[in-house]
């Protein structure tokens, strides 16, 4: 059974800079296209960056710019550097396949908060 744990999350300020880290286990990551969703209180879980498996990237605009993912498939990790954090940012981040198939994990959060 595949399991994705997520770590990295915390308190930050306005303007910081967290690396998030989503470790999995299995094979089957090498080839999935992987994704990092976020979701807060009371909102919907949404996307906020895909990379393919050849390394082809997208985000949503309102992190354009301000993230980035990036994958190791030797190790298995996927990344989300996230900086210029604002409080709308705040959520408790999850990985998962782009379209999502494995179990969800326990999530990181991350608050962003003066």
């Known amino acids: 059974q595949e399991q994705l744990v997520e770590s990295g999350g915390g308190l930050v300020q306005p303007g910081g800079s967290l690396r998030l880290s989503c470790a999995a286990r299995?094979?089957?990551?090498?080839?999935?296209?992987m994704a990092w969703f976020r979701q807060a209180p009371g909102k919907q879980r949404e996307v906020v960056a895909s990379i393919t498996s050849d390394g082809r990237t997208s985000y949503a605009g309102s992190v354009k710019g301000r993230f980035t993912i990036s994958r190791d498939n030797a190790k298995n990790t996927l990344y989300l550097q996230m900086n210029g954090l604002k409080p709308e940012d705040t959520a408790v981040y999850y990985c998962?396949?782009?379209?999502?198939?494995?179990?969800w994990g326990q999530g990181t959060q991350v608050t962003v908060s003066s």
């Open positions: 299995g094979t089957i990551f090498r080839i999935d296209t």
């Open positions: 998962n396949a782009g379209a999502p198939k494995y179990s």
